[in-house]
């Protein structure tokens, strides 16, 4: 049955309408990951060499366990942005008789093959080969690579099963993120414990007793039946709808916009669509999960105050970039309604404003915990805060009139090139250069002061003179509406 369902992906791949498409950008990753895959060759082949640099003082064998949790570590962080769920579409099947676990099990069996699991295996054999067989013989050996092995297949079915949860939960991931942030800042900025410790007693211990391989067998064994009856229990569409509904129950319904009327409804839909898809909401995720960036700064002496400006810019501004960059895109399925509706495109773009000002506005509450590290931190995120409303906002939709490039809503946003043009590689320029075109020149003066001060005022004025920038936005889109929708047919 495995085999058949393989045969229906590959007769649904190769009979796609953007199948010629789907093959240009498969290629183009399969270079990609051979190029990655030669790099980690040649890092394996080398590991000892590199290991004796790092920790010379050290035993290889020592500093080697101790590397390996902390390689999983970030292993299962990448696997949580990167890797893709295995998909099967399911409503064919449902009405067959075909039995849940044949389709279960196929899902759960398919995302063993994945890149990620690739990575232990040619990093650590040579090393394993070259000095962990030779001093401890093949049975240690052996104990080492399944142990490498086993919790490589345990990130991978715990990765698996978050995003999954994730799916009908987001906040499930914001959770995960922030265990992660804390496990990382326990151990090198707040010291109190040691991953590197912790992974040398448990490898130290399983040389001297390969028995304890049995450990992440195990570990990987119950992540597998963890996944494999959650994708059972959830397995039907209406299971998966109804949990859906009442998730997202009380998103329809937002008060605090009902004071902007009409324009107040817009911004709730707007709302509603992030929410209820993947690829916008991944945008909203990702936006909270970096409310943690400023950690890897503030705490190191090295990032001077130049740096805190960008810094600032992108904690409370990541929403507009990541969700603006594919502004109008999100309603590609149904720009056509959106041309001939009655909705005035200018209350459509004082949509956009409200609701970049407010997810902004939140944003900029959550990064207050910073004045940790100095009220002036606080007072530049505040000044990044309204350049972002006021200046950064009218630049993403100044872009989106150039954008005309479609977008399904249902897709993840890891690997996914979809709806990425010339406009959203050249967004980045001004986004970045303009706050520093005002700041560098008072830096050199050594009037920083000055300089924050200016960017507020600018910032301010902008805020002030929204109409005009909406009725120049709007002006411009009468001119391009057409080919953007044109741009929006084809899939």
């Known amino acids: 049955m495995i085999l058949t369902f393989f045969n229906h ?48 003082h050290d035993d290889l064998v020592v500093a080697f366990c101790g590397i390996l949790l902390v390689y999983f570590l970030y292993d299962l962080v990448m696997r949580l942005q990167l890797q893709e769920l295995p998909t099967l579409k399911v409503q064919p099947y449902l009405h067959l008789p075909i039995k849940r676990n044949k389709i279960v099990g196929y899902l759960a069996l398919t995302a063993i093959f994945s890149v990620f699991n690739l990575w232990p295996i040619i990093l650590f054999t040579p090393f394993i080969v070259k000095i962990i067989e030779p001093e401890n013989g093949a049975m240690v050996a052996w104990a080492v690579w399944l142990s490498i092995i086993a919790f490589s297949i345990f990130n991978n079915y715990l990765a698996l099963y978050i995003k999954r949860r994730s799916n009908l939960n987001g906040w499930i991931f914001l959770v995960v993120g922030a265990l992660l942030s804390l496990v990382v800042c326990g151990d090198y900025i707040w010291h109190l414990y040691s991953i590197q410790h ?10 001297k007793m390969p028995v304890l391989v049995v450990v992440p067998v195990l570990l990987a064994v119950v992540m597998f039946f963890v996944n494999f009856y959650y994708l059972k229990a959830n397995l039907y569409l209406e299971e998966l709808s109804s949990k859906k509904a009442e998730d997202r129950k009380s998103s329809t319904e937002i008060p605090f916009f009902g004071r902007f009327g009409h324009i107040g409804d817009l911004v709730a839909n707007e709302i509603k669509l992030i929410l209820r898809n993947k690829r916008p909401r991944s945008a909203l995720i990702m936006g909270l999960f970096f409310m943690f960036y400023g950690l890897i700064f503030y705490t190191q002496k090295a990032y001077g105050e130049s740096m805190k400006v960008f810094v600032g810019m992108f904690m409370t501004g990541i929403f507009i970039i990541s969700y603006g960059q594919f502004m109008f895109s999100w309603q590609a399925a149904h720009f056509d309604g959106i041309l001939v509706s009655k909705v005035k495109f200018k209350d459509f773009l004082r949509a956009k404003y409200i609701l970049f000002t407010a997810v902004s506005t939140v944003a900029f509450i959550l990064t207050l915990p910073y004045a940790y590290f100095g009220w002036r931190v606080v007072m530049i995120h505040f000044v990044m805060y309204l350049w972002n409303i006021g200046i950064n906002t009218t630049v993403v939709l100044w872009f989106a009139n150039f954008n005309q490039k479609r977008i399904d809503l249902s897709k993840g946003a890891s690997f996914n090139w979809e709806g990425v043009g010339a406009s959203q590689l050249l967004l980045s320029f001004p986004l970045i250069i303009f706050p520093y075109v005002i700041y560098l020149p008072f830096y050199l003066l050594h009037r920083v002061d000055i300089g924050f001060a200016v960017m507020a005022i600018i910032a301010i004025v902008f805020i002030a003179t929204r109409e005009y920038w909406i009725k120049q936005l709007s002006k411009d889109f009468e001119n391009k509406r057409y080919k953007i929708a044109e741009g929006f047919r084809n899939k």
């Open 9 to 56: 992906e590959l007769k649904s791949f190769w009979r796609s309408r953007n199948t010629g498409k789907s093959i240009a950008v498969k290629i183009f990753l399969g270079l990609m990951i051979l190029y990655l895959l030669a790099c980690v060759i040649g890092l394996g082949v080398v590991l000892d060499k590199l290991l004796e640099e790092l920790f010379p």
């Open 198 to 207: 912790v992974s040398n007693l448990f490898f130290g211990n399983l040389i």
